[in-house]
Structure formats: structure tokens, C-alpha cells
T-cell receptor, first 113, second 110 residues
């Protein structure tokens, strides 16, 4: 079972460059999430989606954009990379019913220099 | 606000020692509570969960009890192993909103 797959695993960007972090899941989950993980800060929710065509901001959405054209895919876009966006990014999905767990990808380590 | 506070690490224990990692939460309503574990280089995996007051979640020798009166969900294990070395995250879920604590790094030495 593939579960949640993120690409790339590592990336170095220069300030001002743009990139898209890819996330796909094969569990037919309605809910998908993007988190960033900074040392000692836990996970912060960037954006989430409750189904195809629907997206909402989380705690720290500034500097990011998302789209959800299909159930399977939830890409995260950085338009003008800044050093503050250096982090590890995790995509997750869940069935969406209350009390159900989230399944996580292996993460993308992004460095902006 | 809605947040999760967990014990700061790092925690270093000898094999077979007793483990407690404290977690408290704030939330409106009746959240579900989770402990996730992150092994090096991997994403988070669910360790255990509890969905209502007084429920006890358990898995792989780990336990946590949902205490509504103290808004806590402390993680315990009676005898840790080297393979338990990882980062542990407490989380609470209200509807669509899943919030995580800062994580506690556990190192178990032989």
C-alpha cells in the first residue's frame, strides 16, 4: 500500500524561486492537510481540504497556495521562497469522520538560501 | 485558544525504565486525543488514541488515559526499549482541526 506519497524528499531553493510540493494519496480519503515542522515547534497547519474543489487556510497559510482538483492530489505551492520557509513539510490525509487518525507522508525537507 | 502543550525534551532513559510524557490540551467541546510517534527520517504514525473522557488508549505497551477534569492525556510505558527511541507528539482533534504539541524526543540507552 502506497498510502500518502510526497515528492521531492529534499529540495534547496534560492530566495524568490518558486516550487510545488506534490502530495498524492491512494486511500480515497476526503480530507488532506499540509503541515510544516520546525524544530521545537511541533507541526503547524498550513492548509487543509475537505474534498475536491474545497480548500481552507490553517494556522500559517501566508506564502503558500494549494489546490485540490482531484481527491488524490493536494499540491502545495510556494511562489516566492523566503528563508523563513525553510522547514520540513508533511502532507497527511484522513477519512474525515470525527475521531479518525491522519496518515502522513514521509516529508519534504526544504531549504531556502 | 485551542492548543496542545507537552513536556519538553529531550528525555533520555535507560532500557526498562518507566516513561511518562505529559500532555495537556485546551479545546472547545469534546476533542479526540492522539499520540503519534515519529521515527528518524519518517512521517508521523498513530500510536494510540482516545475519543471520550476516561477512555484509555493503548498500543505496544504504551498507554494514555483521557482525563477531562485535568484536560490531560499523559503517555506512559512501564518498561521502555531501545527501539522506542523516537519523537512523540500529542495531538487533539476538533472537527476538521488537528493540533499538535511541540514533540518530545525520547532516547533509550541500552
Amino acid at each position: 500500500n502506497a498510502g500518502v506519497t510526497q515528492t521531492p524528499k529534499f529540495r534547496i531553493l534560492k530566495i524568490g524561486q518558486s516550487m510545488t510540493l506534490q502530495c498524492t494519496q491512494d486511500m480515497n480519503h476526503n480530507y488532506m492537510y499540509w503541515y510544516r515542522q520546525d524544530p521545537g515547534m511541533g507541526l503547524k497547519l498550513i492548509y487543509y481540504s475537505v474534498g475536491a474543489g474545497i480548500t481552507d487556510k490553517g494556522e500559517v497559510p501566508n506564502g503558500y497556495n494549494v489546490s485540490r482538483s482531484t481527491t488524490e492530489d493536494f499540491p502545495l505551492r510556494l511562489e516566492l521562497a523566503a528563508p523563513s520557509q525553510t522547514s520540513v513539510y508533511f502532507c497527511a490525509s484522513s477519512v474525515g469522520q470525527p475521531n479518525t487518525e491522519a496518515f502522513f507522508g514521509q516529508g519534504t525537507r526544504l531549504t531556502v538560501v | 485558544g485551542n492548543s496542545v502543550t507537552q513536556m519538553e525534551g529531550p528525555v533520555t532513559l535507560s532500557e526498562e525504565a518507566f516513561l511518562t510524557i505529559n500532555c495537556t490540551y485546551t479545546a472547545t467541546g469534546y476533542p479526540s486525543l492522539f499520540w503519534y510517534v515519529q521515527y528518524p527520517g519518517e512521517g508521523l504514525q498513530l500510536l494510540l488514541k482516545a475519543t471520550k473522557a476516561d477512555d484509555k488508549g493503548s498500543n505496544k505497551g504504551f498507554e494514555a488515559t483521557y482525563r477531562k477534569e485535568t484536560t490531560s492525556f499523559h503517555l506512559e510505558k512501564g518498561s521502555v526499549q531501545v527501539s522506542d527511541s523516537a519523537v512523540y507528539f500529542c495531538a487533539r482533534q476538533n472537527n476538521n482541526d488537528m493540533r499538535f504539541g511541540a514533540g518530545t524526543r525520547l532516547t533509550v540507552k541500552p
